[in-house]
């Protein structure tokens, strides 16, 4: 009897089985974003709502500290970024970190790595922190005052919904100028507090500079603990308030409302597009995957978005308290993912 072909040999590395990965690329999508869209999608995402709103009241519990925390995780998200940076020439695709965790890791790796992510972004920046932002400095425009905070943040979240649902390059255009808004504001508050620490210039009966630390407890007045637990940034509103500037608090307090629907722009659009190469795969349902004929994942963008009405809720029953119990949470949840 004849053994059959290819009996008793070793497989090598030409013929051992190899692992097959299953990526959507960019199949389906219009490439109709310029770079400054890509450029600002990312800012728009990368700076969010809680560097304006986070801290409004935390330098208080932690002290100075906090400039700690920020050195430790911007040393830890550029090492993160440089290796994304490597991948992204390698094999560009709308699954983003997803598609390759899938390519080198298998469908396991890409399943854990993208729904924390979505989980991060549905539950906490994008349904409940940022339309809570937005609905927060909505309420400081007297134009506001009496509209109920949960409405306030339910039209955001149709707005930016809105926004996201129509063709790529319109979005991209909303996203554009939202984040080149909030990009401009830090770079003129960055100028403004250089000016202050160097001329030792009053801010509301403060003087900024080395005795602020010195003379009130040193850098951990409270202790360490708080320190850690503070990752997020400062309400810039309370310092161009007291510096007696005309109108300053009202366009900072702009400005910030601005920040919140960036970030949930941005939000909505990542998201989305992880949703859909997941979905691909195997690893959401389908309907996740849905696009529409503007080449839009309008699927995993509605279940996004879907989780805005525990924003609205929150905002309901607990207005005052909303963004701080969402940023807690949403700070494990980025460390998670």
Not at 245 to 269: C, E, I, K, Q, R
């Amino acid at each position: 009897m004849r053994p059959s072909r290819g009996a008793g040999r070793i497989p090598g590395p030409d013929t051992a089985p190899k692992h097959r990965h299953v990526d959507a690329g960019d199949t389906g999508y219009r490439k109709d974003l310029a770079a400054r869209h890509i450029n600002m999608i990312a800012i728009g995402g990368a700076i969010g709502t809680g560097l304006f709103l986070g801290a409004g009241g935390r330098p208080a519990d932690a002290g100075p500290s906090p400039f700690l925390a920020y050195a430790v995780c911007g040393v830890v998200a550029f090492l993160v970024v440089r290796i994304l940076g490597e991948l992204v020439p390698h094999r560009p695709s709308s699954g983003a970190f997803v598609s390759h965790a899938r390519e080198f890791t298998g469908e396991k790796s890409a399943r854990t790595a993208g729904w924390p992510y979505f989980l991060n972004w549905a539950t906490t920046a994008t349904a409940t922190a940022d339309i809570t932002a937005a609905a927060t400095h909505a309420h400081f425009r007297s134009l506001f005052t009496d509209v109920p905070q949960w409405l306030l943040a339910l039209v955001a979240l149709a707005v930016v919904l809105g926004a996201d649902l129509i063709p790529v390059r319109y979005s991209g255009e909303t996203e554009f100028w939202f984040a080149i808004v909030k990009v401009a504001a830090l770079v003129v508050f960055r100028a403004v507090g250089i000016v202050l620490v160097v001329a030792g210039q009053d801010v509301g009966g403060h003087v900024p500079g080395p005795a602020t630390v010195t003379e009130n407890g040193g850098l951990f007045p409270h202790g360490l603990v708080p320190t850690l637990m503070v990752v997020q940034g400062v309400v810039f509103a309370t310092v161009f308030g007291r510096l007696g500037a005309p109108g300053a608090a009202d366009v900072m307090n702009l400005v910030v409302l601005t920040a919140a629907l960036s970030s949930l722009n941005s939000g909505l659009y990542s998201t989305g597009r992880i949703l859909r190469s997941m979905s691909l795969s195997g690893s959401a349902s389908k309907c996740t995957g849905l696009m529409n004929r503007g080449g839009v994942p309008y699927g995993g963008i509605l279940l996004t978005a879907g989780f805005g009405a525990l924003g609205v809720v929150l905002n309901h029953v607990m207005p005052g308290e909303a963004f701080e119990l969402v940023l807690n949470f949403a700070s494990v949840g980025v460390l998670g993912t």
